[in-house]
T-cell receptor, first 117, second 113 residues
Framework: EAGVTQFPSHSVIEKGQTVTLRCDPISGHDNLYWYRRVMGKEIKFLLH????????ESGMPNNRFLAERTGGTYSTLKVQPAELEDSGVYFC???????????????FGSGTRLTVV | AQSVTQPDIHITVSEGASLELRCNYS??????LFWYVQSPGQGLQLLLK??????LVQGIKGFEAEFKRSQSSFNLRKPSVHWSDAAEYFCAVGPNRDDKIIFGKGTRLHILP
């Protein structure tokens, strides 16, 4: 079974530019999560999709961040315009359902390292 | 509020030595506890998890962790570390009622040859 795939693996952009991160969850996983880790800080929750619906977006920093999940499959996270403080590693994770999360935890992708200069 | 504390930011041990990484949590109900590892250039990999039952849980790569409710701790241990264990380790608790898993800040493990 393919794992959670994220791309790009690295992105370096200038302040004010736009970047779009993509996550392909494990096939059949209804739950998709975005997390972010700023250097030296904890991994923080951004938002949670259940299929194509946003279940919880309480962790989104501000309206420069827009997440979508087309047809309940892959998800994109767009940052527009990017600011210096947006630099960090963006992780995507998926799980089949809540019971799956309890038993298996999340399955994480390898992350996208975003650097805003 | 739910939280996870990993008091050690960096730990250095010699190859072959024993290891213990500390984790304390704050959680309103019976916690579900996880340890994840991130090796350089890799994603987060689940090492082990605790839900109920035996408080000593075994994981992959020779790791184990012990849940101590009285101390609100879930420390990770390995009797003899290998150079390949150099990585960053994250303790996590959840999911909470919003289905979030809460992570600690991580402990970076360095291995001396």
């Amino acid at each position: 079974e393919a794992g959670v795939t994220q791309f790009p693996s690295h992105s370096v952009i200038e302040k004010g530019q736009t970047v779009t991160l993509r996550c392909d969850p494990i096939s059949g996983h209804d739950n998709l999560y975005w997390y972010r880790r700023v250097m030296g800080k904890e991994i923080k929750f951004l938002l949670h999709f259940v299929k194509e619906s946003k279940q919880d977006e309480s962790g989104m920093p501000n309206n420069r961040f827009l997440a979508e999940r087309t047809g309940g499959t892959y998800s994109t996270l767009k940052v527009q315009p990017a600011e210096l403080e947006d630099s960090g590693v963006y992780f995507c994770a998926s799980s089949q359902d809540r019971v799956g999360t309890l038993f298996y935890g999340y399955t994480f992708g390898s992350g996208t390292r975003l650097t805003v200069v | 509020a739910q939280s996870v504390t990993q008091p050690d930011i960096h730990i250095t041990v010699s190859e072959g030595a024993s290891l213990e990484l500390r984790c304390n949590y704050s959680y309103g109900a019976t916690p579900y506890l996880f340890w994840y590892v991130q090796s350089p250039g890799q994603g987060l990999q689940l090492l082990l998890k605790y839900f109920s039952g035996d408080t000593l849980v075994q994981g992959i790569k020779g790791f184990e962790a012990e849940f101590k409710r009285s101390q609100s701790s879930f420390n990770l241990r390995k009797p003899s570390v290998h150079w390949s264990d150099a990585a960053e380790y994250f303790c996590a608790v959840g999911p909470n009622r919003d289905d979030k898993i809460i992570f600690g800040k991580g402990t970076r493990l360095h291995i001396l040859p």
